[in-house]
C-alpha cells in the first residue's frame, strides 16, 4: 500500500471539561497539520461551554473556537483515535490495548484570565507541532 492511501492518523485530546486545554490542542492541531490528521477532543466532565478566556487567547493566535462546545468523552471515540493524549483526566480515560497514549502536564486554565491562559496555550502550540513531526511528518 503507497502512503498516500494510507489512513490518516487520528488523534484525540482529553481533558476533563473539553472546555480549555483539550479545545486549545485541538484547534491547533487542526489549524497546523490541516487535513493530515483526523483531530477529537473531548471530556470526562464536560462543561457547558468552553471556557471564554482560552477562546480569547486562541483568537490573539488567528485561531477562532467561539462554535466549539465541549463534548463528553466516549468509548467510541478513543476506539478511533490512534493517539490519546490526556490532560489531567486522570483515571476516567478509558485505556484500550494497541493505543499509544500519552500524558500532557499542563495547568489547567479553569477560572484563569486570559494573561494566565497565554502560557498554557502556548506550550500546547510547541507541543502540537512536535506531534505534528511524529505522527504525520511531510
Request: aromatic share 4%; hydrophobic share 45%.
Amino acid at each position: 500500500m503507497s502512503s498516500s492511501t494510507a489512513p490518516r492518523p487520528s488523534v484525540l485530546f482529553v481533558c476533563v471539561h473539553n472546555a480549555g486545554r483539550s479545545q486549545m490542542a485541538a484547534a491547533f492541531l487542526t489549524h497546523l497539520a490541516g487535513d493530515r490528521i483526523e483531530v477529537r477532543s473531548a471530556g470526562s466532565a464536560p462543561a457547558d461551554t468552553v471556557n471564554p478566556a482560552v477562546v480569547e487567547a486562541m483568537s490573539e493566535v488567528g485561531i477562532d473556537i467561539s462554535a466549539e462546545t465541549p463534548k463528553i468523552l466516549t468509548v467510541e471515540a478513543v476506539q478511533a483515535s490512534d493517539v490519546v493524549i490526556t490532560m489531567g483526566c486522570g483515571d476516567t480515560c478509558p485505556v484500550f490495548p494497541g493505543k499509544r497514549y500519552l500524558d500532557w502536564q499542563l495547568d489547567d486554565p479553569a477560572g484563569q484570565g486570559v494573561d494566565a491562559v497565554r502560557p498554557i496555550r502556548d506550550a500546547i502550540e510547541t507541543r502540537v507541532r512536535a506531534l505534528i513531526s511524529d505522527v504525520a511528518p511531510g
